[in-house]
């Protein structure tokens, strides 16, 4: 109980801080860019459908089924928004680790003053591990996609312990990475598995709310830059 209770402070910490303005920008960021990922690949796909399928088909008896093409395209529209519910927010969390820095140097600058302070990751380094992490999440979710019609009512707690592992795991390696390095930053996810999971859990839980799931980004790399502070209060950072 006391795990979770502390897990819940970190969470309340992050929430109390939502109207720093160096949040909101990060917000408008991430967002921005997945909006504008969905519709490239929305556009991508209609393309690919229509140069795909023809117009109209030949039946027999002289007949003909026409515009084949336009209700593809429609049904290609349909199908990316759809798998959009559950890609959006795991794929803004992507995004928003590309701007990080800004969230952590954000909580460091009013919870913790007292630190030193850090050059941030350099941008090739978060960059490739927020495109590798965007990766992963749209493969394991499609997976996870699949696997849902087979698991039946257990669909719910298959998305919670998927995402949650994965956004756990990403929020607290980008945190990590800044104080100790990548091979600091894996070693502390291993020393703490089971918390870092715990958390990752909490930041799927707004996931099904409208509207708040569009903040869980910002509020999963506030939460897991307390976290990390937290257990690693104690041990040497990278100089």
Not at 64 to 88: C, E, K, P, Q, Y
Not at 141 to 151: K, S
Not at 178 to 183: E, I, L, N, S
């Amino acid at each position: 109980m006391g795990t979770r209770l502390m897990i819940l402070s970190d969470f309340a910490k992050a929430i109390g801080q939502m109207t720093d303005r160096r949040f909101l920008r990060v917000l408008l960021l991430g967002l921005g860019l997945t909006v504008l990922l969905l519709i490239a690949v929305t556009a991508g796909f209609v393309w690919l459908v229509e140069w795909l399928v023809p117009d109209s088909v030949a039946l027999p008896f002289g007949l003909s089924l026409g515009h084949l093409d336009a209700v593809a395209s429609i049904a290609s529209v349909l199908a990316v928004l759809g798998l959009s519910v559950f890609l959006m927010v795991p794929v803004a969390a992507a995004f928003t680790g590309i701007f990080l820095d800004d969230v952590a140097e954000a909580v460091e600058a009013r919870h913790y003053p007292w630190l030193a302070p850090v050059a941030g990751t350099p941008f090739v380094v978060t960059l490739r591990d927020a495109l590798g992490f965007l990766c992963v999440v749209i493969a394991v979710n499609l997976v996870a996609l699949i696997l849902y019609f087979f698991v039946g009512p257990f669909a719910p707690i298959l998305f919670w312990v998927v995402n949650g592992y994965l956004l756990g795991r990403e929020y607290f390696q980008l945190v990590a990475l800044r104080r100790v390095g990548p091979a600091g930053a894996r070693a502390a996810r291993r020393r703490h598995a089971g918390q870092i999971w715990l958390a990752g859990v909490l930041m799927v839980a707004p996931l099904s709310v409208p509207i708040l799931n569009l903040f869980v980004p910002i509020l999963g790399a506030a939460t897991f830059t307390h976290l990390y502070h937290r257990l690693e209060s104690g041990t040497p950072r990278r100089g």
